[in-house]
């Protein structure tokens, strides 16, 4: 997708000449320009910060991460003249009319930090601090740590204006104080934007006066043991906006509407069009109800919350949602048709405009530009919006001829609540679409192939989501038993870091300069500071960088991506732990099967194997690998269940046919059904006898879909059995026909 620069050949010659200044920093995101120079600066105990008037809270900023890990009680003092020794913060010439820019000159005797706007020298700071060995990071005093800086002049923009995450805390409710937290974390990559997805189906997370059943009935599903949620207090979402404005976040909050609203509807009935009385739901599915787009208190309801979330979040964005609205309710009110006919509007689909244009119109009396989920993008929406392009690329397009900006959430991209992997072992995740490695983040390039030039400044650039359904799809949290303290906030950083960082300097690098091969090579240092930060991340799987064939079998050749770590590896098909023997060169194994490998750090952090996946070419006319099965997943004799994770593979309405191809052992698989579940709730099955071995019958089930649902969860159960006992391997192929 995204047309870097091929010279590959360039690349090379560009990394031998500058290799000493990308081996000595490892910035992330890269900045535009880096000129090394001679010495360093040492950060001392009686090194001085001087601030120029109107940059005392940066300098604070900077105290509070250097003081804890340095142990030094810094000196500040506000000065409007440049000192000759010490760090200086100053607002100036940074080399670009970008707010955001800034330049940092290291010397001997003094840190520089000019910014065009507080928040440039805020990004300077940022990157001051990653220039710093990682231990700074620490909230503990790291003794024997030299805190020098070498000298260096770096001058530095990011590409685009809106570098944003999106936090669901409406499916599930994490504390005010994991949302800090994110900040900080987002704060250190230079994101600038925290999407705030503060209602849904499921919870309304922000209080509003006028309507207190939003948070106190809205707020929580699930009765007695059972009860879950929480709210935000107006007071505690001040707090979140002061905090993400020192730290250049701005929050743009979301009210969902006039879908994924049935917590809203569960609190005040008469929102929807029946009135009928609904509870919060406290599993994830995408409610049919909808804020009744007739009656006039809907509007009044509208009016009112957003007068009040307006009051609490400065940002010149509210974000609407708007996205995935079914019409079954308002097609049956008599109020909503009622209104219709009297608009003389043929279809619902013109009812929606008509709301979203009303909603437009109250949130512009308050100043506010709103953002939506690409299906506001249609014609007839008068005044100028961002769509947040998720499911359908051609809205930016839309967007774009129509004069509204964009922001890409590509579920390709940007769904942090999608696995990294598809490797056996990799954590539970939203299973609805294939896996989105790091790499994939990379390549993201917000101005999407055949975007006309003319049209970069509407392309305000991308946004991560971190959806939480997963966490109301049953159990998810309790199978992870790893990270069971403080599983949620664990979980979510897994899913955050590293594509994080990706994200990030997609977001913020000049084009030209981003390189994945460049990118990875300074991701190694990171991990040890998102450790020392208190971050949680995921490991990764060692690389595979060769592979050749020798008379015994083959030579592999692995590459450590994790500075401070080690890869461990076995050659018997088992799976390697702490103690199994540390890789240091090539090695030599019979069959590639058996070859397994990870990551460990400290002897207590691993990553997933690293392992060769079967290759099934000859059955890739039965479509997908959907599942293997071997004596480990089948049971003999007595028909058990092989599970299978639909996930990627269900994307759509359709048809879908299963084969079951035997390719090893001393068993036949016997089939007896396959049932099909949606959500954890069966939906079809198709029963009939089957096997599979060298010989095959009855082999293929079909089920149809016809309610798919983006984010639902597709399980698929066969009944099968080994037919003289386990020895049996295999592979399940799907396909839509
Ligand atoms: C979405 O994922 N429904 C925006
Ligand atoms: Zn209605």
Redesign the pocket.
Known sequence: MKIKYQARFLLAILLLSSSAAFAQFNLVPLPQQIVTGEGSFLIKPQTKIFYEKGLKQQAELLVSALSPATGFDFVLLESNTTPVNGIALRIGNSGSSNKESYKLTVSKDLISIVGNHSAGVFYGIQTLVQMLPPEVYHKERQKAVKWEVKASVITDAPLYPWRGMMLDVARYFFSKEYVLRFIDMMAMYKMNTLHFHLTDDSGWRIEIKKYPKLTTVGGFSGVGSDRKGGYYTQEDLKEMVAYGLARNVDIIPELELPAHAQAAIAAYPYLC?TGEQYDVPGQHFISKELL????DSTYEFIEHIIKETVALFPSKYLHIGGDEAVYT??KA?P??QKKKAALGLKTEEQLRLHFNRRVQKIAGKYGKTIVGWDEIIEDGLEDQAVGMIWHDPKKAFTAAKAGHYSVMSLTGYCYFDVAESAIPGEIKAAGWLPPISLEKVYQLNPMLEGMDEKYRPLILGASATLWADQFIHGTILQEIPLINENRSEKYFDYLTFPRMSALAEVLWTPLARQHWQDFENRMRSQYSRYDAAGIGYRMPVPKLIGQEKTAAGFLIKLENLVDGAEIRYTTDGSLPNAYSPVYTKAVEVKELADFYAITVLNRSQFSLPFYFPGKYEQFKKYGELVAEWNPQNVPGKEFGLLEMNGGGKIRGNGTYALHFWYTAGDSRLEIQSITVYKNGLKITEDVHDGFTGTEANNNKYSFKIDNYETGAVFTIKAKVRGDVDESTNGVVMIKKI
């Open positions: 069009c009744c787009a007739g009656k309710r308002w009110c109020i909503c």
